[in-house]
């Protein structure tokens, strides 16, 4: 889990270091409050599915296991002509997906076995609001899970 806390926090610190050129107002991770017109433009990150790809034979406890966890970068503005919500879909994913990916550890050697890609798009949609448009895009952090938090 140490790997996923810190991937997580990285997608976190590209995002927050490039929120102004993506003229982004709101910005949340796991969201338990509404989203207002006035939060927008809104990013906001979701922890996905996190599944384990292969454990290990090495232990009973099957540790360490390769895992892929689904993130989802969820994007909603209101539509305007001089924007459009895939160029901002297409602005997140290059500040996201930038290298150098991997992140680093904590005693800041670049992890090799920590990797993230692009899965798939979702939308755009408009939930059922009128002027609204949202997009998400879900990507793939992919980890060595040792057992440890």
Do not use: C
Request: hydrophobic share 45%; net charge neutral; charged share 25%.
């Amino acid at each position: 889990m140490k790997k996923r806390v810190l991937a997580l926090a990285e997608i976190k610190r590209r995002i927050a270091a490039a929120k102004t050129a993506l003229g982004i107002k709101t910005f949340r991770h796991n969201v338990r409050t509404p989203i207002l017109k006035e939060d927008l433009v809104a990013l906001l990150v979701f922890d996905g599915i996190d599944e384990i790809v292969e454990k290990s034979a090495r232990n009973a406890t099957g540790y360490p296991q390769k895992r892929i966890m689904e993130v989802a970068l969820e994007i909603i503005h209101l539509a305007d002509p001089a924007v459009s919500i895939y160029q901002r879909y297409n602005d997140v994913r290059a500040v996201v997906l930038v290298d150098p990916w991997p992140v680093k550890l904590e005693n800041g050697s670049p992890d090799g076995m920590t990797m993230l890609s692009e899965l798939r798009a979702e939308g755009p949609s408009g939930y059922g609001l009128p002027d609204v448009e949202g997009i998400r895009l879900i990507l793939g952090l992919s980890y060595t899970d040792d057992g440890t938090i």
